[in-house]
């Protein structure tokens, strides 16, 4: 689509009331590129025939009115792209429209049903959510598909907000139908995972019920069954729900509904005791928990034995604790749970000697990050490194990453001590020299640590040790390595490494990925026909990708051969644009937007700048880094300044130490000319980044509340940035400001 496409129809009707004409066109100056289809067709026939005639007499209107009619005409224009089948324009008009009357449910309505009929389902998920916002009515079976497509994507809290939208519309049925009640039980399980515990139990006290009187609700057999599938653990679930949301006498019913279901003596006397400590019957509660520990109780994993601690500390017989643990331990050796549990409690009280060999034999039957994280801690505080080493050798070969560490990681790497010693252990098992499998997961724990650590040369030498040693392992080896590299601006070490992954053949031939990266690598080292060579060969292997193909303009954006980087990103978007298949490339889409935007701004052209940052809206309107940028856009421009600031204002609500965005927010204040509030958010943001823009708007502040000195020293401070960024022009400018103040 053109990037006038919007900006001629947007601006239609209010040029027409503010001159006090009548919008009647015979011809239609937007005509759609495209057909029912979504493909490119011609037609002629007008678009805005069917607009009421609009007379207004007061030619002056604020940005709110204007607004409103900006609204009217999309709206409007939509209606009859829509009518005559152009389904992709009219949709895009619509969520245009959306964007200049966020309130406007008439709007909202007419967008997810359209996005689904194009099956953009994306899409329709993104103004759903904006809908239920809005609170919304929308069809309770769409949002229910859209809530599970968005539940099976593991976005939890997006799913629960369209799950409560669609229950909210039957908030009048009477009797509750079957679809309520199914609709009930997702949402509390939502509401379970997001420890939202009273709302979650009101779900599903009435699918208790349901289930209990299923006449009661003309509850469907197909939709009982499902409900019923896992009898046992779905009553455990409202049980423990109940529990925390304080329902003792419900939760001991749905615990004795497990019990019916799915009988199990031990769990049930568990189940028991709980519901005896939340009603403060702690000696009937402890009888209870010795009765289902007595029975080897494993299959509750650690809650049984934290809810023993708990029962002796309120019987001041916490002492009781590790005895009762070791007892109950030699009688169930097996019971994994009671032995991380126990092991826990050994280190707790510095009980090295008996934690450690618990852990070791854990850790062998059944590794978990918490037996590793122990046994990394237990060795670094004995200085014990050659155990440590295994440790962490054996971290990596059984979980892939050193992550599972955690923060005890960053206490590894950033300990020089701890450092030394696990490299002088590697030297002593000769590691570097090795050859066998065995010895990869130790080289590639150091190579880890020592990249973290920053220990440049002592990465290199155990990275390739660890390729060397494993050569299925060594495509993860080279590209966790050179990544690493590039993110710490070491991209000619990063160069070396893509390629030698490339040379080696550690990647299949029609994976591309060392070359979008050593592309990556080659730009910023300024090697631009090299660069562009590797992000060819990528765009070559992965044809159907959006994200490796757009390397070749990324590249030319690099080497600021901005009309070669255009041709390029038009490409993409004439070939993929009108593929809604993949959530992937529409998101690599979005990037190119984004992209052509920047680099309009490079070159001056600020309207089609503006234009491409309202297509990445269009599609998905919630994107706060597009927000900031165009309600900076705006800012800069003098105009639409209260969405401005209220789209800026989204921004740092979802990012608040983000110093580009408290930077346009205190643009767009001091253009509103609320200078006081201006000068706070660009001080935070100058706090937060060091940017020659921050200090130079930071000098326009100053200077407006007669801070003479203060503006000074901004401008000053803009001036030294500007040149350390090559930009003398916007230097010698901010130093004119300074000569120029009183």
Known sequence: MSTPLFRSVSMLLPLALATGLALQTSADPMESPHGADGKKSPSQAPLLDDLPLLIFAKPELNEADRDKLEAIALFSAARALENRQQYGD???????????????????????????????????????????????????????????????????????KLFQRALAMHHDDKPISSEVVLL????????????????????????????????????AEEIKKALLEEAGITYAMFGDCFLKAGRTEEARSAYEGARRLQPNEELWNFHLAQVLVKKGETDQALAALEAALAKH????????????????????????????????HAEDPLNVPLGYFLAGKYLEVDSLDKA???????????????????????????????????????????????????????????????????????HKEKLKEATDKSSFG?????????????????????????????????AEVY???????????????????????????????????????????????????????AAGKAAEIKKDSVRFRSRIPWVYYRAKQYDDAVREYMKLLDQFDENYDSDENRKSLKEVRVALSNICVLQNKISDAQQWLEQVLDEFPDDIGAMNDLGYLWADDNRN???????????????PDNGAYRDSLGWV???????????????????????????????DAYKRLNQSDKARHAWLRAAELYRKENDENKATEAENKMRNIE
């Not at 300044?641 to 990012?655: C, G, P, Q, T, V």
């Open 641 to 655: 300044l209260s969405r401005a600031l209220n789209m800026i204002r989204k921004a740092i609500d979802a990012e």
């Open 184 to 219: 009930r039980m997702e949402t509390g399980r939502l509401l379970c995972l997001a420890e939202r515990f009273n709302e979650a139990a009101e779900c599903f006290a009435v699918v208790a019920d349901a289930l209990d009187h299923p006449e009661k609700y003309a509850l």
């Open 356 to 426: 450690e060999p618990l852990y070791v034999a854990l850790v062998e039957k059944t590794p978990t990050r918490t037996g590793f994280i122990s046994l990394a801690e237990l060795y670094r505080k004995t200085k014990r490194y050659d155990a440590l080493l295994s440790v962490l050798g054996e971290t990596v070969e059984k979980t892939g990453v050193l992550d599972t560490l955690g923060s005890e990681a960053i206490l590894l790497s950033k300990n020089a001590d701890v450092m030394r010693g696990l490299i002088e252990s590697a």
């Open 479 to 533: 590209l966790v390595w050179g990544i690493g590299l590039l993110v710490d601006d070491r991209a000619a070490e990063a160069a070396e490494v893509f390629q030698q992954g490339i040379d080696r053949k550690a990647l299949p031939e029609n994976n591309p990925t060392f070359y979008y990266y050593l592309a990556g690598a080659l730009a910023q080292e300024n090697r631009i026909p090299d660069a562009l060579a």
């Open 669 to 699: 204040l001091y253009r509103l000319g609320r200078y006081d509030e201006a000068i706070a958010e660009l001080e935070k943001a100058a706090d937060l980044q060091s940017d020659a823009v921050i200090f130079d708007h930071l000098g």
């Open 297 to 328: 109780l494993s299959i509750a994993g650690m809650r049984p034995y934290e809810l023993l601690e708990e029962v002796l500390d309120k019987l001041d017989k916490k002492e009781e604790l590790i005895p009762r643990l070791e007892k109950l």
């Open 90 to 160: 009219a949709l895009q008009l619509y969520q245009r429209a959306l964007r200049y009357d966020p309130q406007s449910a008439e709007i909202a309505r007419a967008i997810v049903p359209l996005a689904i009929q194009l099956k953009r389902e994306g899409v329709a998920i993104r103004y759903a959510l904006k809908a239920a916002e809005l609170d919304e009515d929308l069809d309770p079976i769409l949002l229910r598909r859209l809530a599970v497509r968005l539940e099976e994507e593991g976005d939890w809290p997006k799913a629960l």
């Open 442 to 474: 130790r080289c590639f724990a150091l190579g880890l640590l020592a990249l973290d650590g920053k220990q440049w040369e002592t990465a290199r030498e155990f990275f390739q040790a660890a390729a060397s040693a494993d050569s299925k392992q060594a």
